[in-house]
């Protein structure tokens, strides 16, 4: 059976801001020195699994010309192009509505595209372990990522033996940093990544049981995709089908979520300092990160748990410890009218 991939690209990527922006979202940015992409390392990583041909974008209409641009060998009747954000959900279900136009069935990986993996090699072995178990199995399989912290941005799935496939136990929102030390301890939970395998039957299946609304509109028609529920796959299928199952990840996942995953994907200097530009001169600065143009000589002087990021027209100088209130910043600036800032 063939394998095929679903990459979820239609995110708008706010906390990257100034650098990412309404019409450039973080998926089409490169976050390292080597000029690449997240949405190009994500196709790249899997080019051993998955032919260019046999690959789907799923995005915002107005990133058509982006994806063409970054991703030439995916061929364009293969970019699923959504009137308008609803979530995973229905993301997926349109995908896999035209994938069944291709295939009478396949193999199917879901992937975000703005995510950074450093072990490609395991990844790619998981992937495998995961598409077997699909194929032999009618399931519906996450990826869950062993946790190397207590964490409160992510959502965590509860496995019910050691295995490295396991049937899920349960789902768990984001919990305190309390509940996650101790779901940590415990060594019963993983990171929930938001990376899907199924076959088309098995999921169509699924849509077809526990969203049939949904799966009747998008049968139908695919130009009902703006009369669906916004809902995440999570909350539509995941938590409710009886065969979910989890493989266990552990291949350095960062799922980038603010400017202070810079350090994790660069590394830093003697001094905590990750610098991605040419040109700066720091004094007496620790723990800063600097993202620039190139363009600029960046200069600071007794910095300390600061980023600072420069594109053509912004500047951000932001505290590290107060990142998560830039899209507080983005809806400051769209008040004050300057929207063409954003």
């Known amino acids: 059976m063939k394998t095929i991939a679903l990459i979820m690209a239609g995110g708008k990527g706010e906390r990257f801001y100034p650098a990412s922006r309404n019409l450039l979202p973080k998926q089409f940015l490169s976050l390292g020195a080597d000029n690449e992409t997240m949405i190009q390392k994500t196709v790249n990583r899997i080019r051993d699994l998955v032919y260019p041909q046999d690959i789907f974008v799923l995005t915002n209409k107005n990133y058509l010309s982006l994806v063409k641009e970054q991703l030439k060998d995916v061929p364009t009747e293969n970019i699923v192009l959504e009137p308008l954000s609803k979530n995973t959900a229905p993301a997926i279900e349109l995908g896999v509505e035209i994938a069944k136009r291709k295939y009478d069935d396949a193999k199917v990986i879901v992937l975000p595209s703005d995510h950074i993996i450093k072990d490609e090699v395991e990844f790619r072995r998981i992937l495998k372990m995961a598409t077997q178990f699909v194929e032999n199995k009618e399931s519906i399989l996450t990826i869950g990522i062993k946790p190397t912290e207590p964490n409160d941005g992510y959502g965590y799935i509860k496995i019910s033996d050691s295995q490295e496939i396991s049937k899920v136990a349960e789902f768990k929102e984001k919990p305190t940093i309390e509940v996650a030390k101790q779901y940590v301890e415990s060594g019963n939970y993983l990171w929930n990544a938001g990376m899907f395998i199924f076959t088309i039957k098995s999921i169509d299946n699924a849509f077809k049981k526990y969203m049939s609304n949904q799966h009747k509109l998008l049968t139908e028609s695919l130009d009902n995709f703006p009369k669906v529920e916004s809902i995440s796959i999570d909350y539509g299928i995941m938590e409710k089908a009886d065969n979910v199952y989890c493989i266990k990840g552990d291949f350095a996942w960062d799922d980038v979520g603010s400017w202070n995953a810079l350090k994790r994907i660069n590394g830093e200097d003697e001094n905590q ?31 300390k748990d600061i980023v600072i990021v420069e594109t053509d027209d912004v500047i951000l100088v932001a505290n590290k410890n107060e990142l998560s209130d830039i899209k507080k910043l983005t809806a400051k600036i769209k008040e004050k009218q300057l929207d063409e800032y954003l």
């Open 273 to 303: 300092n990750t610098i991605l530009n040419d040109k700066t001169v720091l004094v007496n600065s620790t723990n800063v990160t600097i993202k620039g143009t190139n363009k600029k000589l960046i200069t600071g002087v007794g910095l």
